[in-house]
């Protein structure tokens, strides 16, 4: 029952933004990454509340290291 079970991958080795792309439809995920592009519209916070109101659970300190590049995404 339990083969095969393995530890998860640590954090600092992906990127939950780069994760939504496997749960949201692409259209989705292209307006995603158009609100997190768009910070004078969408303050981290707020934007993770949004998020968070339509079930998506994406932190505000997720997309704010997601922002300043500084991230799983953007590391070599």
């Known amino acids: 029952m339990l083969e095969g079970l393995t530890p998860p991958k ?3 080795d992906y990127c939950k ?3 939504m792309k496997s749960e949201l439809s692409e ?3 292209k307006i995603l990454l158009e609100a997190i592009a768009n910070a004078e519209a969408w ?3 707020t934007l993770s509340n949004a998020l968070r109101a339509r079930g998506v659970s994406v932190a505000d ?3 704010s290291k997601h922002r300043k590049k500084i991230c799983a995404c953007f590391r070599g």
Do not use: H, M
Request: hydrophobic letters at 25%; zero cysteines.
């Open 43 to 45: 303050g981290a916070k």
């Open 27 to 29: 259209k989705d995920y």
């Open 17 to 19: 933004i780069d994760l």
């Open 10 to 12: 640590p954090k600092s």
């Open 61 to 63: 300190t997720t997309i």
